[in-house]
């Protein structure tokens, strides 16, 4: 495996993502992590991460030297770079006369092994605004640039290497070929991380950790939960018990389709709990999306622990933590860099005083789907779209009533069974339908109709960070939009959502 030291770069998460496509194990700790809870077993490599500091800079985050007397080899990205060269001369980095942003050009000086099977002039992506003016003798110059002379180097004797330029972004024509020299040949790593053998590592470490106790797991119809449910179940069988709330906010047939899959299909055991009324009640009257957040959180951890009464003696919370919740970036304000651990149950391990079991916690979100595709989860659910937590509850704008919220699932299920028939719906990433809390005049036969609008919305995106409108057809709408109107009585009006993240969110609320 390799041991990614994080020195606060925005791209950190990039290079665990690369190595990750490459089948390696990795880790992202802190740069100032205790290296004794890191070293075993012991890392295959080590890569020291960019960071916004200047190693000249006073409390510049620092080298641990320890792990240059690992006899582990070593790649230093930018900042990590630098701090190499400034460990052996002090002073031997300083503030470049041009600050290098953008593209540049690498030009190979010796392609033996870090830049193994990389064309002699390829474009790299730099982002830095020190440079290294002199390089310690130790290390000698395998790739330059224009602007900088220093942009590949290694040690002359030990496995150290480093790079100016980021390797881990994707406008770098070659960067995956850079982490594969460093990963394959010079670390000697063999690549063989797959969904396969990380499901046979968990499988063996929850039998071992949870022993003969029992565990209990929140299944929210989401892929997350699910594959966490399903790789427990296997390890521990029926020392599992699944809770499954039906909150009043599902999509029309959610409850039932979801409890099937998860009984049918994955023969997890788990019992459906219908609170609908509960969380409509506690709605009745909040229009404020922010309270009404925290009402359905809350009312979900009550319910859930009402739940959990009956069975008593669970030791252990399963929760679908991803590798995003996880990792916080270093934080420079003080000595105590964190790592956030991220509640999908907010509370309610404290008050239950039970210990976590975080399965999926060093995955990204499409490690999970594969690893949910590799234990045999149908497709088809493993591809849905993402669905909140609160659900249709910041769908209906402003007070969701039951009235409102029964309009929203008859829309929200036309158009979702619309894009799946005419095979749009893999194509966007969410997509959903909102209702306005405004009413419009109509017409409708001869009558003047005075009714609700609703707002369909759909987008593409990679990580929901970011999204565009999706470009649906406009004979598509066109159909969603009939249909909608003819089928629903209550909705005279339908509009569709034509802005992009930023400025606007995906949801509404
Ligand atoms: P926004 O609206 O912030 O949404 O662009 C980005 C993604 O997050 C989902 N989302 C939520 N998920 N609880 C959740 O579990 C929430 O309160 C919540 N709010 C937004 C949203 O559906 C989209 O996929």
Not at 235 to 254: H, M, S, T
Request: hydrophobic fraction near 40%.
């Amino acid at each position: 495996w390799i041991l990614i030291l994080d020195y606060g770069s925005q791209l950190t998460q990039l290079i665990a993502r690369r190595l990750r496509e490459l089948h390696i194990y990795c880790e992202i700790h802190p740069f100032n992590v205790n290296l004794e809870d890191v070293n075993t077993p012991e890392p295959g490599g080590i890569i020291l991460s960019g960071g916004p500091k200047s190693v000249n800079d006073e409390g510049a985050p620092h080298l641990q030297k320890e792990i240059l007397d690992w006899d582990v080899p070593i790649l230093g990205i930018c900042y990590g770079l630098q701090l190499l060269a400034h460990n052996e001369i002090p002073g031997s980095v300083e503030q470049a006369e041009k600050r290098e942003y953008g593209r540049a050009n690498l030009l190979i000086d010796n392609a033996e092994d870090l830049l193994k099977a990389i064309p002699n002039e390829s474009v790299v992506w730099m982002s830095h605004g020190d440079h290294i003016h002199a390089l310690p003798p130790s290390y000698e110059i395998i790739g330059h640039t224009t602007n900088a002379k220093v942009a590949a180097v290694r040690h002359k004797e030990n496995q150290i290497y480093g790079v100016q330029f980021h390797p881990e972004v994707a406008h770098t024509d070659h960067g995956k070929q850079i982490l594969q020299n460093f990963a394959y040949d010079i670390c000697d790593l063999k690549g063989d991380w797959t969904s396969e053998s990380f499901i046979e590592e968990q499988i063996a470490s929850i039998r071992e950790k949870v022993g003969d106790d029992k565990v209990l797991c929140a299944l929210s119809g989401g892929v997350d939960s699910t594959v966490v449910a399903t790789l427990i179940h296997k390890a521990i069988g029926d020392q599992l018990q699944c809770v499954f709330v039906d909150n009043g906010l599902l999509r029309k047939n959610e409850f039932d389709s979801v409890m099937d899959l998860y009984t049918r299909d994955l023969h997890l055991p788990v019992r459906g709990v219908d609170a609908s009324e509960l969380f409509l009640e506690r709605l009745e009257g909040v229009s404020d999306p922010e309270k009404k957040r925290k009402i359905i959180g809350n009312t979900f951890i009550d319910v859930f622990d009402d739940e959990i009464k009956h069975d008593g003696d669970f030791k252990y919370l399963a929760q679908g933590t991803l590798y995003p919740d996880v990792i916080e970036s270093v934080s420079f304000k003080g000595p105590s860099a964190t790592i956030k651990s991220h509640h999908n149950v907010g509370g309610l391990p404290e008050k239950m005083k039970l210990d976590l079991i975080e399965p999926v916690r060093e995955l990204f979100k499409d490690e999970v789907r594969e690893v949910g595709r590799a234990l045999g989860i149908p497709a088809h659910f493993i591809g849905r779209h993402p669905f909140p937590g609160p659900g249709l509850g910041i769908r209906v704008l402003g007070e969701p009533t039951k009235e409102r919220l029964d309009l929203l699932r008859e829309a929200d299920y036309i158009f979702v069974e619309e894009l799946k028939k005419q095979d749009l719906y893999d194509e966007v990433w969410q997509a959903l339908a909102v209702l306005l809390p405004v009413q419009s005049v109509g017409v409708m036969g001869d009558e003047r109709t005075y009714e609700f609008t609703i707002a369909l919305r759909a987008v593409t995106s990679r990580d929901g960070m970011t999204a565009d409108w999706a470009h649906l057809p406009y004979e598509f709408l066109a159909h969603v939009s009939n249909r909608i109107i003819n089928e629903i009585q209550g909705i005279n009006r339908v509009v569709y959502d034509v802005s992009s993240k930023p400025p606007a969110t995906i949801e509404w609320e």
